[in-house]
């Protein structure tokens, strides 16, 4: 045998933060687990859209070809917009936020996170609510996956910067209010389930502009539904973005950490 020692061990503490992508990514799996064991979220982002797509063809409002966009715009809503600025106003008033912003994981990779978790969760809301259509009798004309793709995004970010800038405005309890309240409100005439040219001429002409009704357009547009005839996705496109800008522009003015 050598008598020759082997190398020294060092066993000195060398603690570090992990680095952006580990945070980012752990922040998002946070995220998912919080909103899909959460049984007010669950209701609002995947019970409510399915129930609304039934009775909505089962009543005879719309035809299953005609609802399935709408109501996937109503599913988008619900998680960016809805679900973002409850939870968000919640995780401030208990002081979820204040301590986030201590560690490194910083204010990008907690807004990275839960973009991320959120884009999770419409991912399987789309999903689920492609296998209740087609089992109602939906058969999509399916545009560009580009088109389709893009509409979804741009209205993601356009509902949930504004989702982020209402719960920096609002105490916790009026965000729970106010986002439910403006959730109902664009499900009956923000022209997401149907067309905002089904409502009251004066009414219609106002509500286009609207993220949901933008959003609802987009997607009805893009996936053939028999209102959008040969429709461009641009127009919801251009307003979509400009929400987006807007959004963030206010999202990033009034985020607070407490």
Known sequence: ????????????PAPAAAGPVRRWWAQARLEWRLLMTNGEQILLTLIIPIAVLVAVTRIGLAEVDEATPGVMALAILSTAFTATAIATGFERRSGVLKFLGATPLGRSGLLAGKTTATFAVIVVQLVLLTLTATALG??????????????????????????????????????????????????????????????????????????????????????GAPSAGTCSVLGPVLILTAWAAGGIAVALRTFRWE
């Open 1 to 12: 045998m050598s008598g020759q020692a082997g190398p020294a061990l060092d066993f000195t």
């Open 138 to 223: 939906w058969d999509p004309g399916f545009g560009p996956p580009a088109a389709i793709i893009g509409v979804v995004v741009l209205g993601t970010l356009a509902l949930g910067s504004w989702g982020l800038a209402l719960a920096g405005l609002l105490r916790a309890e009026a965000t729970l209010a106010v986002a439910n309240g403006i959730f109902l409100l664009l499900l009956l005439a923000g022209g997401t389930v149907l067309p905002a040219d089904r409502l009251p001429g004066p009414l219609a002409a106002a509500v286009q502009y609207l993220p949901s009704a933008a959003l609802g357009d987009g997607l009805r547009c893009a996936l």
